[in-house]
C-alpha cells in the first residue's frame, strides 16, 4: 500500500522545505512537488511539520535496579517515545551470572511487546577473562555497544583497567564503549557520611555526587580511550565542565 503525504513542510538534519512524500513498501520512495499516485491513500499535512523518527539511545525499560523496577515497559515506554516522535529506543540489557546470551534472550523476550523499533546495548557490570573472550559474540545477537560505569561501586563498576580492556576489544571486533561517568569512590564516602548525620531527604541524592567527580571521571574515561586508541560515548552529561573535558580530548 501506498501513502502519498500532501503539503507538508519537511525539516531534515541540514534543510526545511515544502514537498510531498510518497510512501511504498514502508520506504520513501519519492520526494518532490505535486507528486501523484494513482492508488496511494492521502494524507493533507498542510500547515504541518515532517520530521524524520528520533532515534533516543538511551532508555530504561523493565529495569530492575537497588529494590525497585523502572516504572515503563517495553510497551508502555514504547507508546510513550512514539506520541513525542521517537520512533526506535535502545535499552540495555543486565548482564546475569549465566552470560551474554542468557542475558539478551531475557530481554528480547520482555520486548515482545515493543510498539516501535528497539535495539540493546549491553551493560558490562562484570569483568573476567571468560567475558573478555565472549564480548564479541554480542555482535552475532545485534549488539554492538558496552555500557560501563565509574560509580556504583560493588554492583554495576569495574575497575578501571577492566574499562581500558574493554575498549580495546570493542576496538579490535568494530564495538564501542559508553561510560557512565562519575566518582564513585567519592561518591560512596559522602553517603556514608550523609547517612551518619541522618542526612536522607532527596536533595541529598545530588549533593552526595558532586559535578566535579563527573567532570574528573570525563577525562579520566577520554584518557583510557586515548590509550586504547578507541572511541567512547560519554552519556547523559550533566555538567558544563564535562563538555569543556570533551572538548578539551577531542581537540587532542
Not at 49 to 68: E, K
Not at 174 to 179: K, S
Not at 200 to 206: G, V
Amino acid at each position: 500500500m501506498a501513502i502519498l503525504i500532501k503539503n507538508g513542510t519537511l525539516i531534515t538534519a541540514t534543510d526545511t522545505f515544502e514537498a510531498d512524500i510518497l510512501v511504498e513498501g514502508e520506504k520513501i520512495a519519492q520526494i518532490g512537488k505535486d507528486l501523484q499516485h494513482p492508488s496511494a491513500e492521502v494524507i493533507d499535512a498542510t500547515g504541518k511539520l515532517i520530521l524524520p523518527g528520533g532515534v533516543d539511545p538511551h532508555v530504561h525499560l523493565d529495569l530492575p535496579m537497588f529494590g525497585t523496577v523502572s516504572s515503563d515497559d517495553h510497551y508502555t515506554g514504547h507508546k510513550a517515545a512514539a506520541f513525542g516522535g521517537t520512533t526506535t529506543v535502545m535499552d540495555f540489557v543486565v548482564l546475569e551470572d549465566k552470560g551474554f546470551q542468557y542475558s539478551v534472550d531475557i530481554w528480547m523476550k520482555m520486548a515482545e511487546k515493543a510498539a516501535i523499533d528497539y535495539s540493546f546495548h549491553m551493560n558490562l557490570t562484570r569483568f573476567n577473562e571468560k567475558i573478555a573472550r565472549e564480548i564479541p559474540s554480542l555482535m552475532k545477537m545485534g549488539i554492538q555497544t558496552l555500557k560501563v560505569f565509574t560509580a556504583y561501586n560493588g554492583r554495576l563498576r569495574i575497575d578501571d583497567g577492566s574499562i581500558f580492556r574493554a575498549m580495546q576489544i570493542a576496538r579490535d571486533n568494530g564495538m564501542l564503549v559508553m561510560a557512565h561517568c562519575e566518582n564513585g569512590d567519592v561518591i560512596d564516602t559522602l553517603i556514608e557520611q550523609a547517612l551518619a548525620a541522618g542526612h536522607t531527604s532527596p536533595e541529598w541524592h545530588a549533593l552526595t555526587r558532586p559535578a566535579w567527580g563527573a567532570v574528573e571521571a570525563t577525562l579520566r574515561v577520554a584518557g583510557m580511550a586515548s590509550a586504547a586508541d578507541a572511541p567512547v560515548y560519554i552519556v547523559h552529561m550533566n555538567a558544563g565542565g564535562e563538555v569543556d573535558m570533551l572538548k578539551y580530548a577531542r581537540e587532542r
